[in-house]
């Protein structure tokens, strides 16, 4: 069989994975929106805003996707591979499903509006509007999703499922996210099986509402992310507590306003449920929590409706107060006018809006609006890809061009990274030191910028882990 790497090689968005088994039978694993090479523009000026070939290979071919979790880098191309013809279907747990469903028509909505933009700027001559360079060619609508969701069938974790003759999968727990999963694939070829590990993304141990990570039993080949393949965690730091600290550096000593940017899916969760325990624990001031996303509202309803699939804190917890988020001073803004409003809300309060990059999305409004104000904290809760604002706020720009105007750094800058979903450099080694290195006879590294697979490489190598890839996009692999 013959493993390819078509995404998230020596980047980190991207995940797609092809693996062709030797039956004529091929599984993609992950189809993910690719942000690194969208941004490098010059690649990819396409003047039609719908070309045909998006993906590297046939997707008519392929026979069916194993989604490791939700988030879009992994799902958001999952409608375009219809789309161009696939036919089959999409197994993942039934957390991921009902996140990725979220995602996706959210991300056609957006679309939708994009392309609308589009054709308004045509319509007006003289408007320097609607270029269609500046639309992506992974540009789905609602048609897509649709069908795409249509097709998703939800396993059980720690289940073996037969999906060919010679195939068997098997999603276990990964932290990360609700839903997410390690993937396990066994395969039969010439009387012999070979298994693969697919990690999907790590999560770590500990982490607010999730289980941890599980175990995965001896594999043959891993591929491993490597997002924080050269950095550690602070250690040993309760969230409720740091949050807590900067709550009150920002909100009562100041006292101002606390601006958190926050993917909308699964660390929003984390931090409403962090909020609420505060709240209940801690005699705090009654400071409202602005929740400015809708799809944080539709991501916490799938929590709070699949809780048993959560820690044990969070099940006890949910027992105890019959709800996961639900807390007096916290308060959902839904529609835009809403969200703008609160911009100008008089008392101390706590905005989380998405994305947690900075860039775009309401809370890209919220950082423009605030940028120049002394009062305001701006608390970093993850990681910031290369060039967006977010990544530009940690850096510690002193000026910041932001909505087209350079404006100087006032606000605070704080960072606390007890949010931040994926496992540090030890959890990532720990991840593969479940592996023999006598029996593991590959790892291939993933889902990480090139200083952090080569930093990854040298830690494992001298943990003993000697066949180590870092594979370049397109390139392949006999297994
Ligand atoms: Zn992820």
């Known amino acids: ?61 392929v026979n069916l996707v194993l989604l490791t979790h939700a988030h879009i880098d992994h799902s958001g191309n999952i409608p375009n591979l219809y789309r161009d013809g696939f036919e089959g279907q999409i197994l993942c747990t039934d ?32 408007q320097n509007r609607g270029k269609k360079k500046d639309l992506p060619k992974d540009l789905y609508l609602e048609k897509q999703v649709k069908e795409a969701l249509e097709n998703f069938v939800p396993l059980a974790f720690n289940r073996r499922f037969r999906v060919a003759d010679n195939c068997v999968v098997t999603f276990i727990h990964a932290g990360h996210l609700l839903g997410a999963a390690h993937i396990v694939v066994e395969v039969w070829e010439n009387g012999i099986k070979k298994t693969i590990g697919f990690s999907g993304d790590i999560g770590r141990k500990g982490y607010p509402l999730l289980l941890d990570p599980g175990t995965l039993p001896p594999v043959d080949f891993l591929v491993c992310e490597s997002t924080y393949g050269n950095r550690l965690h602070e250690k040993d730091i309760d969230p409720e507590a740091a949050l807590a600290d900067v709550i009150r550096r920002a909100c009562v000593d100041i006292p ?119 009062y305001c904290t701006i608390l970093m809760i993850g990681y ?16 910041l061009r932001i909505r087209g105007k350079e404006e100087k750094v006032l606000a605070n800058i704080e960072k606390i990274d007890v949010f931040s979903g994926h496992g540090d450099r030890d959890d990532l080694v720990a991840f593969v030191q479940q592996q023999s290195p006598l029996h593991l006879k590959k790892v291939f590294l993933v889902h990480g910028e090139k200083s952090s697979m080569d930093a990854f490489k040298a830690t494992l190598g001298s943990a003993g882990y000697q066949n180590i890839e870092i594979p370049e996009k397109g390139q392949s692999f006999e297994l």
């Open 384 to 399: 910031c890809a290369e060039g967006t604002l977010g990544w530009r706020l940690l850096n510690g720009q002193s000026t």
């Open 1 to 61: 069989m013959k493993l390819t790497f078509w995404g998230a090689a020596q980047q980190v968005t991207g995940s797609m994975y092809l693996l062709e088994l030797d039956e004529d039978y091929r599984i993609l694993i992950d189809c993910g929106s690719d942000f690194e090479s969208r941004n490098r523009r010059p690649e990819l000026e396409d003047e039609k805003p719908f070309p045909t070939a998006l993906f590297p290979f046939e997707a008519s071919s």
């Open 256 to 374: 101002g306003r606390l601006i958190i940017p926050s993917f909308s899916i699964g660390r929003t969760q984390a931090l409403l449920f962090t909020l609420n325990k505060i709240y209940d624990n801690r005699n705090f001031p009654p400071i409202k929590v602005f929740a400015d996303s809708p799809l944080a509202l539709e991501s916490s309803k799938v929590y709070q409706r699949n809780v048993r699939m959560l820690n044990r804190e969070a099940r006890e917890f949910n027992e105890e107060n019959e709800s996961l988020f639900d807390f007096e001073n916290l308060i959902y803004l839904e529609s835009t006018d809403a969200s703008r409003a609160v911009s100008n809300h008089a008392e101390p309060c706590i905005i989380i809006s998405s994305s947690g990059m900075v860039q775009g999305g309401r809370v890209e409004y919220h950082v423009a609006q605030n940028i120049t104000n002394p």
């Open 95 to 126: 957390s991921t499903f009902a996140l990725a469903s979220i995602l996706l028509k959210d991300a056609a909505m957006l679309n939708q509006k994009r392309l609308n933009e589009f054709k308004n700027g045509n319509a007006k001559k003289g």
